[in-house]
């Protein structure tokens, strides 16, 4: 019953470096999520997943990039990280349409700090 | 873009007392879910709640689409249900993608 895995929890980059977060479920959920938190604010959404292979953008997709080789997994990317990008990440899961609930599972964050 | 406001900002409760939470939303939604944030972080979805009522144990909640709100209650409050609970809703059915709104943080005192 482990839901929905995201490592690393912590990280420190420094700028330019480069890094992968990794979301892992196993729930067989079709859709993914990737969204950053930024103090004081509501969450906002990177990039998402409708299923294996397809990725699409969100509200804040620049600076980053994504993969989904495997149904269960979704890959976010920083290629040069940037002070901007501190924030704390957050991974979700969905079913895919026809299950009735919509409803989000999170991970429980990767907090980063780029210096 | 569609808008989510939630209200109040801010709320201190002292244990054992009842309050109401509001999400407004700007335009029409397919799906509006609820958040729980602890202080450590974690997100715990609530309730997945398009329209109607639904209840769990010591929360309620309830969505009148037709008029662009849901709202939020929690009664008997306990300290561990300090937070922040967001709302969020997805305009678009088949891809889910959720506007969260700000908040409301809550603190219940003991």
């Known amino acids: 019953n482990a839901g929905v895995t995201q490592t690393p929890k912590f990280r420190v980059l420094k700028t330019g470096q480069s890094m992968t977060l990794l979301c892992a479920q196993d729930m067989n959920h079709e859709y993914m999520y990737w969204y950053r938190q930024d103090p004081g604010m509501g969450l906002r959404l990177i990039h998402y997943?409708?299923?294996?292979?397809?990725?699409a953008k969100g509200e804040v997709p620049d600076g980053y990039n994504v993969s989904r080789l495997k149904k269960q997994n979704f890959l976010l990317g920083l290629e040069s990280a940037a002070p901007s990008q501190t924030s704390v990440y957050f991974c979700?899961?969905?079913?895919?349409?026809?299950?009735?609930?919509?409803?989000?599972?999170f991970g429980s964050g990767t907090r980063l700090t780029v210096v | 873009g569609i808008q989510v406001e939630q209200s109040p900002p801010d709320l201190i409760l002292q244990e054992g007392a009842n309050s109401t939470l509001r999400c407004n939303f700007s335009d029409s939604v397919n799906n509006l879910q609820w958040f729980h944030q602890n202080p450590w972080g974690q997100l715990i979805n609530l309730f997945y709640i398009p329209s109607g009522t639904k209840q769990n144990g010591r929360l309620s909640a309830t969505t009148v689409a037709t008029e662009r709100y849901s709202l939020l209650y929690i009664s008997s409050s306990q300290t561990t249900d300090s937070g922040v609970y967001f709302c969020a809703v997805s305009l678009t059915s088949g891809t889910y993608k959720y506007i969260f709104g700000t908040g409301t943080r809550l603190k219940v005192l003991a």
């Open positions: 979700a899961s969905s079913t895919g349409t026809g299950s009735g609930n919509y409803g989000y599972t």
């Open positions: 997943s409708v299923g294996e292979g397809t990725t």
